[in-house]
């Protein structure tokens, strides 16, 4: 059965100090990794699709890499903005190429 | 349009009632798809459709939920008999094509529906 695992559920971090979100998942047959930001009250917003290990994909302060177990988004001297909830989801051959399979996320929050 | 375009973005509804909520998926997109997200919940995903048809409804959750496509664009999501275990934020999806690798799925941003 297909899963996907963030952790942690929750994290704050003082602006400007760096960490990392992980996504753990068991697929059969993976299509692509997706990460996604949220904001309260909004719905998902594309940030990153990973398709094989040892892709990595940038965006200002954030970065994707992918393992065969796991994807880290790393994030580089946070700003209070950055503040969202982060999601992973698969794609997968057993869950169809026709929709996402979805982690819980991690909620991020960024203290000025 | 520019963007995903749901409505209404909240609904209040008792016990009961049948809602309907509406999906305007970004215009050229062919495939459109249904979530459902609870508090603390992750998006659970409920209906795909690749033009007029629903190839996939693996996950509606009981018969009381339905929905259509019309024209290629626009979608309802139908609830009858609401429950309050049908709170939750419904968001709907769409992305150029259906049954891809990797193909980017861009988000509305939800229909918040609270049975009372």
């Known amino acids: 059965e297909d899963q996907v695992t963030q952790s942690p559920e929750a994290l704050r971090l003082q602006e400007g100090e760096s960490s990392s979100l992980n996504c753990s998942y068991t697929?059969?047959?993976?299509?692509?990794l997706f990460w996604y930001r949220q904001d309260p009250g909004k719905g998902p917003e594309f940030l990153f699709t990973l398709y094989s290990a040892g892709e990595e994909k940038e965006k200002e302060r954030l970065k994707a890499t992918l393992t065969k177990k796991e994807s880290f988004l790393h994030i580089t001297a946070p700003k209070p903005e950055d503040s969202a909830t982060y999601l992973c989801?698969?794609?997968?051959?057993?869950?169809?190429?026709?929709?996402?399979?979805f982690g819980t996320g991690t909620r991020l929050t960024v203290i000025p | 349009g520019a963007g995903v375009s749901q409505s209404p973005s909240n609904k209040v509804t008792e016990k009961g009632k049948d809602v309907e909520l509406r999906c305007d998926p970004i215009s050229g997109h062919t495939a459109l798809y249904w979530y459902r997200q609870s508090l603390g919940q992750g998006l659970e995903f409920l209906i795909y459709f690749q033009g007029n048809s629903a190839p996939d409804k693996s996950g509606l959750p009981s018969d009381r939920f339905s929905a259509e496509r019309t024209g290629g664009s626009v979608s309802t999501l139908t609830i009858q008999r609401t429950q309050q275990e049908d709170s939750a934020v419904y968001l709907c999806?769409?992305?150029?094509?259906?049954?891809?690798?990797?193909?980017?799925?861009?988000f509305g941003e939800g229909s918040w529906l609270t049975v009372v």
């Open positions: 697929v059969s047959g993976l299509r692509g």
């Open positions: 999806a769409s992305s150029l094509v259906g049954g891809a690798s990797g193909n980017t799925i861009y």
């Open positions: 989801a698969v794609q997968a051959e057993q869950t169809g190429a026709n929709n996402l399979f």
